[in-house]
């Protein structure tokens, strides 16, 4: 099953992509995560990726449309995938729909993340994240058990640079121009499904599940 996790920063696509990935045992694909390692490998595709995401903006299509090629034509991707954070303009959509047809697949669902901006932004100026192996915390809502200090690993936990108020605000507005024209994309496609972004990370996962086929009781 392939399936695209679509919605604004700060919905919760991450931490669902992950806790899905672990239980169903279906990798998850991050374009932000793998740009990220780039970044802390310092590779070239690192370099020139850093100046566009400490702003807020989003890489070329290019960069992410190849990292994906790669990424899915890897072994562990045969039975299906999490799209997190991809496709997120509507040239990398079709460059996926094309990537995926010349390989006999095709998109399953698009799950939609529903949420208001109002309560995008403090649950972003609160988030931490692990670098070393992704896990995300909220300094309120979801605090590790020791100040700054990741739970899964014990590495330190970061405050993104771009999840400060002002590039927050400008990821929003990215979101809503160059973004948000997949859901009509993907409505198009018949395959789109709204899920309520606002509820507990529990009950979030509940309707995901659900959407996907994975109900508690099947
Ligand atoms: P969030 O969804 O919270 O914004 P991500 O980790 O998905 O976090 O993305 C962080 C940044 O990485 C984006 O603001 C953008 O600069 C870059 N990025 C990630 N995925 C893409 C993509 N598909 N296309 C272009 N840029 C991307
Ligand atoms: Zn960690």
């Not at 409505?187 to 009950?203: C, M, N, R, Y």
């Amino acid at each position: 099953m392939i399936s695209v996790f679509l919605g604004p920063p700060g919905s919760g696509k991450g931490t669902q992509a992950k806790r899905l990935s672990a239980e169903k045992k279906t990798p998850q694909l991050s374009t932000g995560d793998m740009l990220r390692s780039a970044i802390a490998a310092g590779s070239a595709l690192g370099r020139s990726a850093q100046e566009f995401m400490s702003r807020g903006a989003l890489v070329p299509d290019e960069v992410v449309i190849g990292l994906i090629r790669e990424r899915t034509d890897q072994g562990d991707c045969a039975g299906g995938f999490i799209l997190d954070g991809f496709p997120r303009t509507i040239p990398q959509a079709e460059a996926l729909d094309a990537l995926l047809w010349e390989r006999h697949r095709k998109i399953d669902s698009a799950i939609l993340f529903q949420i208001d901006d109002s309560v995008l932004v403090s649950r972003l100026t609160g988030r931490r994240t692990c670098l070393k192996c992704g896990a995300m915390y909220h300094i309120e809502s979801m605090p590790p058990r020791q100040v700054d200090v990741c739970d899964q690993c014990g590495s330190e936990l970061i405050q993104r640079e771009d999840d400060r108020e002002d590039v927050i605000l400008k990821r929003l507005s990215v979101y809503h121009h160059q973004t948000s024209p997949l859901v009509e994309y993907y409505s198009k496609q018949g395959i789109l499904s709204p899920v309520d972004a606002s509820a507990s990370p529990a009950v979030v996962f509940e309707s995901v599940s659900q959407k996907l086929g994975f109900g508690r009781s099947a």
